[in-house]
């Protein structure tokens, strides 16, 4: 089956602009997060949705970011006025879920969209 | 809390050897533990994970990661690498006892093969 898909691959844009990311998770998987990896640095976590629950958004750095998922299928992360520090690759997973206690399963990364804000 | 720790940044190893990459972790129970690869401009993928049972685990492409509590590590081997298994490798720790669904990552450590 197909895999997690991040669009655009690659998106420049210029600061003070707005830019959306989207990300379609893998047929069935209830989880998704959403990360940032800046070059040469590890993931940053940004936002997870399961199911139908409010979303844990802890992770996200600023009010410029946001994200929606539309049930249990494509997630979009919208980056407002975006700034030069915003340029990174996001990297998007999905992953099954278990039942309470923490889930145990894998989780399945899309190949990220690299974001060079100029 | 929940945390993991890659104490090495780069890995080199000659091809045919064995390799070890590093992991540690810290969490309040029994955790949930994975290792993950990312090749060049690409996204990161599963190799291996422990849950529960066995402390020795078997992934993809050869490698195998033990689970030691004692030592609360964690850490990746295969026992001849490969130049194709340079990568960025990244330990991932989850607690289940903590009810939190969202893993945190090590920050990475890059192996280089040399021929």
């Known amino acids: 089956g197909a895999g997690v898909s991040q669009s655009p691959s690659n998106k420049v844009t210029e600061k003070g602009k707005d830019v959306e990311l989207r990300c379609d998770p893998i047929s069935g998987h209830t989880a998704l997060y959403w990360y940032r990896q800046r070059l040469g640095q590890g993931l940053e976590f940004l936002i997870y949705?399961?199911?139908?629950?409010?979303?844990?958004k802890s992770g996200l750095p600023s009010d410029r970011f946001s994200a929606e998922r539309t049930g249990e299928s494509v997630s979009t992360l919208t980056i407002q006025r975006t700034q030069q520090e915003d340029s990174a690759v996001y990297l998007c997973a999905s992953s099954e879920t278990g039942t309470s206690g923490g889930s145990s399963y894998e989780q399945y990364f899309g190949p990220g969209t690299r974001l060079t804000v100029t | 809390a929940q945390s993991v720790a890659q104490p090495e940044d780069q890995v080199n190893v000659a091809e045919g050897n064995p390799l070890t990459v590093k992991c540690t972790y810290s969490v309040s129970g029994n955790p949930y533990l994975f290792w993950y690869v990312q090749y060049p401009n690409r996204g990161l993928q599963f190799l291996l994970k422990y849950i529960t049972g066995d402390n020795l685990v078997k992934g993809s492409y050869g490698f195998e990661a033990e689970f030691n509590k004692s030592q609360t590590s964690f850490h990746l081997k295969k026992p001849s690498a490969l130049v194709s298994d340079s990568a960025l490798y990244f330990c991932a720790v989850r607690d289940p006892g903590g009810g939190s669904y969202i893993p945190t990552f090590g920050r990475g450590t890059s192996l280089i093969v040399h021929p």
């Open positions: 949705f399961q199911g139908n629950s409010a979303p844990d």
